[in-house]
């Protein structure tokens, strides 16, 4: 395929962390046939094989290892009904278990929202491992009221953030891909192409309903009730208007800026920003930063923060919120000096013109994991 030469750009100003590594990795990845576009974002770190915080256009082929395990994984955001100064973090944190099978009718569940049963449905409901998390949250700062008033949030409302994705669903479909291509693109018009699509899909949708589930218990546990505000998917590849071509936008760790308000978090120990998408997408292959990104391995977080911290001293913040992780290696991978500072990559986006900010939230409550693994 004649292409023309892939266009590369990294969207972070000179103060924000961005490792040689994860430059290599998108640099190698705008190589590859057919690609048009590879652009980083400001929390863009390296991952396996390629980076993360990262969009690329591809024309006429796409890349399932860009898109990665996780199909689907994304971030979901309730206003509850609770009103912040009735939250009970202490209490919450003694009482909520998500780890295990959710308790609840799965098969009604995914046919209340569409979906099929995948055989992974005894995950449905828990968060994973990693980086994902369930987070309770108040309202820090309102920046842009009109944009909130219009979501219909209220400022004395607790939120509930969720980040979680396909879980063992979206491993297996890569894992078969990469079983038969490696690291090889599958033709858009080709058998392949449309079983991948086909199963890539029902892992977006599998996951969202893992997204609804997992407030679900939250809710439960907590003794409240609450209505989705938004639910946004930033590990996929879509059929996208690019540049005047018809491409394949693969997200990997990338918001998208063309679905609304979208929430960036931070570590557990930081704020998340709800932001606006601004622009028309084009330089930014109408995508944003998903997070704050790490700034450290996970080898190299373990290590650092055992020389400073207490594993006790981790589930407390400075914003007096609760964590609730039981495994102690991931407790020290996900401390919050791990990861960039969000307020940094947040600005970085300001900066280029792609956001408002709509609002600043704190959290309240943090879940990751009651297994433990010493």
Avoid at 294 to 312: D, I, Q, Y
Avoid at 332 to 349: G, H, S
């Amino acid at each position: 395929m004649n292409s023309p030469a892939p266009h590369v750009r990294v969207i972070a100003s000179p103060q924000s962390w961005v490792e040689g590594e994860a430059v290599r990795q998108l640099e190698a990845a705008a190589r590859l046939p057919g690609m048009r576009s590879a652009v980083g974002l400001p929390d863009l770190h390296p991952g396996k094989g390629a980076p993360v915080g990262a969009a690329f256009a591809s024309e006429g082929l796409f890349y399932p290892f860009l898109v990665g395990n996780d199909i689907g994984c994304g971030m979901g955001l309730w206003q509850l009904d609770l009103p912040a100064r009735k939250a009970k973090p202490e209490r919450w944190a003694a009482r909520l278990d998500l780890d295990g099978p959710w308790e609840g009718n799965t098969d009604a569940m995914l046919a209340e929202m569409g979906v099929k049963p995948c055989g992974f449905e005894a995950a449905l409901g828990t968060v994973g491992g990693g980086n994902h998390f369930a987070e309770v949250q108040r309202v820090d700062a309102v920046h842009d009221a009109e944009t909130f008033t219009s979501l219909g949030l209220a400022t004395d409302r607790l939120l509930l953030l969720v980040h979680s994705g396909s879980r063992g669903l979206g491993e297996a479909i890569l894992r078969a891909h990469v079983d038969r291509h490696g690291t090889g693109s599958l033709a858009e018009d080709s058998d392949e192409a449309r079983l991948y699509l086909s199963r890539h899909d029902h892992a977006m949708a599998w996951a969202r309903a893992n997204r609804a589930t997992i407030a679900g218990r939250m809710m439960q546990g907590i003794a409240a009730a609450g209505r989705r505000v938004l639910d946004i998917c930033h590990n996929s590849v879509t059929p996208k208007q690019y540049e005047g071509h018809t491409c394949w936008l693969h997200r990997k760790g990338a918001a998208p800026s063309d679905q609304g308000p979208v929430v960036i978090p931070g570590s557990r120990g930081s704020l998340s920003y709800l932001v606006l998408p601004l622009g028309d997408g084009a330089g930014n292959a109408h995508s944003l930063a998903h997070g704050a990104g790490r700034k450290w391995t996970r080898t190299s977080a373990r290590e650092r923060m055992r020389e400073r911290f207490t594993p006790e001293a981790l589930t407390r913040t400075s914003f007096k919120s609760h964590v609730i992780c039981e495994d102690r290696d991931l407790l020290f991978e996900e401390a919050p000096p791990a990861y960039k500072a969000i307020d940094r990559v947040v600005q970085d986006l300001v900066d280029a013109g792609l956001v408002r900010v709509v609002a600043t939230l704190a959290p309240v409550l943090t879940y990751k994991t009651r297994t433990r693994r010493e």
